[in-house]
T-cell receptor, first 114, second 115 residues
C-alpha cells in the first residue's frame, strides 16, 4: 500500500512568495494532521482534519497560514506571504481514526524561505 | 497540559549491544497512548512501537521493547542487538485517548551506533 504522499519534497522560495504544500493521505484514513518541525520548537501540530473538516487549527501560527482538505484524498497547506522564520520541515500524517489509531507520516517537505 | 520529556539529547551504543532511551511524561489523564518514532537522516518519521496505557503488558516489536511504568509516568525504549541502521533520532510521543488525537512529542534523542 502507498504511504502518505507529500509534494514537493524540497522547496526553496523567496520571502513574500506564496508556498503551497500538498498531501495525499493513505486511502481509507479519515483523519489528517499537519505538523511542523524546527530546531527551536521541535515537532508541533499545526492543524488536523477529521472527515475533511478542520477540527482544531489552534496550532496554526498566524493568518499567513491556511489549510484545506477539499476531499478525502487531498490536503494543502498554504503560506502567504512566506517569511524566513517559516523555514522548517512540514509533515503530513494520517490515521484511520482520530484518536485510537496510529498516525503514519509522510516523508515531509523541507521548506527554505530566503 | 500534557508534556513529554526526553532527558538524553544524545546516546551512543556499540553495534550488537543494548541501549535504553528514556522518556517521561506528565498527564492527569488515565487513558492515553504512547509511541516511539524513529527519524533517520532522510527525515522520514517511522513508527517503532506503540503502547496503550490501559495495557499492563509492555509492547515488543522484534528487537525493540518498552518499559512502561504508568505510576512513574515513564516510557523507555530498549533496543537490543543494535544495528548500524538503528542510528537515528528517536522521538517519544503522547496522545490522549479523549480528544483530538494530537501527538505531543519530546525533544528527541540522537542515537549513534558504533561499528
Amino acid at each position: 500500500d502507498a504511504g502518505v504522499i507529500q509534494s514537493p519534497r524540497h522547496e526553496v522560495t523567496e520571502m513574500g512568495q506564496e508556498v503551497t504544500l500538498r498531501c495525499k493521505p493513505i486511502s481509507g484514513h479519515n483523519s489528517l494532521f499537519w505538523y511542523r518541525q524546527t530546531m527551536m520548537r521541535g515537532l508541533e501540530l499545526l492543524i488536523y482534519f477529521n472527515n475533511n473538516v478542520p477540527i482544531d487549527d489552534s496550532g496554526m501560527p498566524e493568518d499567513r497560514f491556511s489549510a484545506k482538505m477539499p476531499n478525502a484524498s487531498f490536503s494543502t497547506l498554504k503560506i502567504q506571504p512566506s517569511e524566513p522564520r517559516d523555514s522548517a520541515v512540514y509533515f503530513c500524517a494520517s490515521s484511520q481514526n482520530r484518536v485510537r489509531e496510529t498516525q503514519y507520516f509522510g516523508p515531509g517537505t523541507r521548506l527554505l524561505v530566503l | 497540559a500534557q508534556t513529554v520529556t526526553q532527558s538524553q539529547p544524545e546516546m551512543s551504543v556499540q553495534e550488537a549491544e543494548t541501549v535504553t532511551l528514556s522518556c517521561t511524561y506528565d498527564t492527569s489523564e488515565s487513558d492515553y497512548y504512547l509511541f516511539w518514532y524513529k527519524q533517520p537522516p532522510s527525515r522520514q518519521m517511522i513508527l517503532v512501537i506503540r503502547q496503550e496505557a490501559y495495557k499492563q503488558q509492555n509492547a515488543t516489536e522484534n528487537r525493540f521493547s518498552v518499559n512502561f511504568q504508568k505510576a512513574a509516568k515513564s516510557f523507555s525504549l530498549k533496543i537490543s542487538d543494535s544495528q548500524l541502521g538503528d542510528a537515528a533520532m528517536y522521538f517519544c510521543a503522547y496522545r490522549s485517548a479523549s480528544n483530538t488525537g494530537k501527538l505531543i512529542f519530546g525533544q528527541g534523542t540522537t542515537l549513534q551506533v558504533k561499528p
